[in-house]
C-alpha cells in the first residue's frame, strides 16, 4: 500500500476514534448551544483547510471561525471527501473567547491532520464544488452541514482560482471505505450513476486496524 494510502487511513482512524468516544475529544457531543446563523455576519476570524487538500482523493478537514465584537467564536468544521461521498460530516461550536476555541479544539484538531491557511472563498469552492461531485454521483451531504454551511456566508467561490481536484488520480470517482460508511450501499449507487468499471474503491481488509486495498 503506498504511504499516501496510509495517511488516509490514518486519518480516517484518528477521525473515528475521536467521534466513538462521546465527551471526550474533538467530536464530542455538546450542549445545546444557537445556531450559527447568529454568527454568519461576524468578521471571519481564520479558515483552514488540511495541508494535502490538493492530493488526489483527499479527506479533508476545512474548519471556519468568526468572531463577534465581544470576543465569542463561532466555528463550523467539515469533513470533506473529494473522492466520491462530499461532505462526509460537519459540525458547529461556540466558544467564549478566541483562546478557548484555540486550547479545546484547534489543538486537537491539529493532533489529527496538518491544517494550513487559506480563504474563504477557497474553502467555500472546495465544500460546494464537493457537495455537487457528489449529488452528481447519489450521495447528499451529511444533514449536519446544513446548519453549518450559513457559516460561508458571504462568500464568492468563483473568483478562486484554485483548481479543485475530483475523484481519483484517474480522474474516475474513488470511495475510501471509512469506519462509518456502508460500502455495499456506496457501490450500488456508483453502479447505478456511473456504471460498474467507472469508479474505483478501497475497502478493509480484516479488522479495522488492518491494511485497506485497492479494488479496480
Excluded at 73 to 86: E, I, R
Excluded at 130 to 136: E, G, L, N
Excluded at 198 to 213: K, L, R, T
Amino acid at each position: 500500500m503506498s504511504k499516501t494510502r496510509k495517511q488516509q487511513k490514518a486519518v480516517s482512524r484518528k477521525l473515528a476514534r475521536r467521534k466513538a468516544r462521546p465527551g471526550r475529544g474533538l467530536f464530542a457531543t455538546p450542549p445545546k448551544q444557537p445556531s450559527v446563523e447568529r454568527a454568519k455576519e461576524w468578521p471571519v476570524l481564520e479558515c483552514l483547510i488540511a495541508a494535502e487538500w490538493q492530493r488526489p482523493a483527499a479527506l479533508s478537514q476545512i474548519v471556519v471561525a468568526r468572531r463577534s465584537p465581544l470576543g465569542e467564536v463561532a466555528m463550523a468544521s467539515f469533513l470533506v471527501d473529494l473522492g466520491c461521498l462530499g461532505v462526509k460530516d460537519a459540525m458547529t461550536r461556540y466558544f467564549p473567547s478566541e483562546a478557548a476555541y484555540r486550547q479545546t479544539f484547534l489543538t486537537k484538531l491539529k493532533s489529527v491532520q496538518k491544517m494550513q491557511k487559506c480563504s474563504l472563498d477557497l474553502a467555500a469552492k472546495v465544500i460546494g464544488e464537493a457537495i455537487q461531485y457528489a449529488r452528481d454521483l447519489g450521495f447528499e451531504p451529511h444533514p449536519d452541514s446544513q446548519v453549518a454551511l450559513p457559516i460561508l456566508e458571504g462568500t464568492h467561490p468563483e473568483d478562486c482560482p484554485d483548481r479543485v481536484p475530483l475523484g481519483g488520480e484517474n480522474g474516475k470517482p474513488l470511495f475510501f471505505a471509512g469506519p462509518y460508511d456502508d460500502p455495499q450501499r456506496i457501490i450500488r449507487t456508483l453502479e447505478r450513476t456511473v456504471g460498474p468499471g467507472n469508479f474505483d474503491y478501497m475497502v478493509a481488509i480484516g479488522g479495522p486496524d488492518d491494511f485497506f486495498d485497492e479494488v479496480p
